[in-house]
């Protein structure tokens, strides 16, 4: 399902307990790649964020994110994104974002540059170089969030 640029999405703010003290609520490290994604050893594919017609209400977001670690939103409509040049690619209700070099077909479960050796060369590791975080609009800060039974069944 091919997304509109009119389109708002998602983006989670995931917080260790210890980083709500010291983070800002919404900052540049939101908008990166993680290296080891959910501790499996592996990256993240891309960058995430979900089609926010897909959630009636922010608990449905929680819910489906299933965090045990204090959460926040971000939004933004997704031309500014395709205004950078960045790609998509669009399930149901989440989006992978992936960097304009993105080499779609030799690897198209995980983000690599055309010309990268490997997909740690993408540009979406370590530093928010398509400054995402000052496109994106703060919804709600991160915070503990308790989960409905809904949330915790899945």
Not at 98 to 120: F, G, Q, S, V
């Amino acid at each position: 399902m091919k997304p509109k640029s009119s389109e708002l999405v998602y983006r989670g703010l995931v917080r260790l307990p210890a980083e709500l003290a010291t983070r800002d609520a919404k900052d540049d490290q939101d908008f990166v790649r993680r290296k080891n994604y959910r501790k499996t050893g592996q990256p993240e594919n891309g960058l995430s964020v979900f089609r926010k017609n897909s959630f009636p209400t922010l608990q449905v977001f929680w819910d489906r994110l299933r965090m045990n670690n204090p959460i926040g939103v971000a939004q933004c409509a997704l031309q500014p994104l395709q205004d950078k040049g960045l790609k998509f690619i669009a399930e149901k209700e989440h989006i992978s974002i992936r960097c304009p070099d993105c080499d779609m077909r030799t690897l198209p479960a995980i983000c690599k540059p055309k010309d990268a050796r490997d997909h740690l060369d993408c540009p979406f590791f370590n530093i928010d170089r398509f400054d995402l975080e000052q496109v994106f609009e703060l919804v709600d800060s991160p915070a503990p969030r308790r989960l409905t039974s809904a949330g915790k069944e899945k």
